[in-house]
């Protein structure tokens, strides 16, 4: 008798258990109005009963299936079409799904703080550059936003919140602004649906963004990841917590296909600038192998001119990091913003060109355009007699000034490392720098402080950015 009641409780467990586990389930991401990566081979997902079969089909064509494993996960790979639709997709296990209005078109995940979440206006604080008759005009179906609500967690999640929508009604005005802009220009060079799937949090560092194991890889993050994986009564589990927001909300969007990401973070991390160069490329890398493991590109914007409290130089080696990964990781690009900022606010209200010049660089790195779409940088230096020559590659269109007057946020320095405001002047491919205190120069910096607002640009209108000859120490 002991053994039959033993049996049967075994069984009523077993039979809990599998009721448990038997929850039909789909990331919020598989929801009306959604938009696929077009002609991709796109990642479906979700949860079932262990063992149960799943079908994933569009109006399109044929369907494909999967089988949920002992967790009860399950994913299947689908072929998406060019056309954009819109289309039907079905999805059924133990209980159908039936997705309606699904665009296939271009996906692209849109990251970083409070500068990428800033929305188009009004609020509190909010607001772009005519944002009104922005929203006013705001007549895009085709372009639609999955906004990630804020949370974070102590280790990878697989379901978040959220839902499409779509550009053609005053709701953008919630929108991030960057990400609508730059939306808008590539709808305009493509003519395919615009899918925008944002995951941002205001004063936020990099280290957020990036998976536990990569910080544990690199280092200086330890003490802040054992107490937050251990539950420790005094850890902080908020979105300045490495790695929480990784977990919260970037895992479980993953793998949606997606054609590339943009970003807008740095401001955060201004202080720790040396440990950027490093941990801003590791966080490139977790992104591309989260989303993938494809090189996709990666589009950032380097930070604004602004007037950082007790400043030594700090935000200037913040901005020469940015442009350290821009240079040296393959497919990322950098829009520079040293002619739109606000000194007096960390929030220029110019996000118009902030999107546009992210899409120039979408443009050429994502669909493979040839047109001008960064700055001048410098190629070398060298003295000749009381100057400095600065050879520059000027980014496919002639160097200029912005406002035709001479370059300004020129400063060259002697053997004493002391630097001096100097004039310069564009000579063909080449910018010649001196400074009457400064005889001997041996070296040359250009918009080295942290509110400087450059005039020094290419005739297609992109700003170079910071950049220096020497590698001195922080003074």
């Known amino acids: 008798m002991r053994a039959m009641r033993n049996a049967t409780l075994a069984s009523f467990l077993l039979l809990c258990c599998g009721s448990l586990q038997a929850q039909f389930s789909l990331p919020s991401l598989f929801a009306d109005g959604m938009v696929l990566q077009a002609d991709s081979a796109v990642t479906f997902w979700g949860t079932d009963a262990p063992g149960a079969s799943v079908s994933v089909a569009g109006s399109w064509g044929p369907g494909t299936r999967a089988t949920a494993d002992a967790s009860g996960a399950w994913r299947a790979v689908l072929q998406t079409p060019v056309k954009e639709g819109p289309w039907t997709l079905r999805i059924k296990g133990s209980e159908e799904r039936v997705i309606n209005d699904v665009l296939c078109g271009e996906v692209w995940l ?126 902080e589990y908020g979105p300045d917590t490495p790695s929480s927001l990784w977990n919260a909300m970037l895992a479980p969007l993953q793998p949606y296909a997606i054609r590339g990401a943009i970003f807008y973070q740095g401001e955060s991390n201004r202080e720790r600038w040396e440990q950027y160069r490093s941990l801003f490329p590791a966080m490139i890398a977790d992104w591309r192998a989260g989303f993938g493991g494809s090189e996709f590109p990666f589009l950032f914007v380097q930070i604004a001119p602004f007037k950082y409290k007790d400043d030594r130089g700090e935000a200037a080696r913040l901005r020469e990091a940015q442009l350290f990964t821009a240079e040296r990781i393959a497919n990322t690009g950098m829009a520079v913003t040293m002619d739109i900022g606000n000194p007096d606010d960390i929030h220029p209200s110019n996000k118009q060109d902030v999107g546009r010049r992210l899409a120039a660089a979408a443009m050429v790195q994502a669909y493979g355009k040839k047109l001008p779409w960064r700055g001048p940088r410098l190629l070398s230096s060298a003295r000749e007699g009381k100057e400095f020559v600065l050879r520059m590659d000027d980014g496919g269109s002639a160097l200029c000034a912005r406002d035709g007057l001479p370059l300004t946020c020129f400063e060259v320095a002697g053997a004493d490392k002391v630097f001096h405001a100097a004039t310069a002047r564009i000579d063909g491919a080449n910018v010649r720098v001196r400074a009457a205190a400064v005889p001997e120069p041996v070296a040359v910096r250009y918009a080295f402080g942290a509110a400087d607002q450059p005039n020094f640009l290419n005739k297609a209108g992109f700003p170079a950015s910071s950049f220096r000859s020497d590698d001195w120490p922080l003074q």
């Open 110 to 235: 849109c990251g970083g703080q409070s500068n990428m979440e800033w929305t188009l206006g009004p609020g509190v604080g909010q607001g772009t550059l005519n944002f009104a008759a922005e929203v006013a005009a705001a007549k895009h179906p085709r372009i639609r936003l999955f906004d990630v609500p804020n949370t974070t967690a102590a280790r990878p999640q697989t379901t978040c919140g959220g839902h499409w929508e779509k550009g053609d009604g005053p709701q953008v005005s919630k929108w991030s602004a960057v990400a609508w802009y730059f939306a808008k220009e590539v709808q305009a060079a493509t003519n395919k649906p615009v899918g925008l799937i944002v995951s941002t949090w205001g004063g936020t560092p990099a280290e957020s963004w990036t998976t536990g194991a990569t910080l544990r890889r690199h280092g200086g993050f330890d003490a802040s990841l054992d107490a937050m994986e251990h539950g420790a009564a005094d850890a």
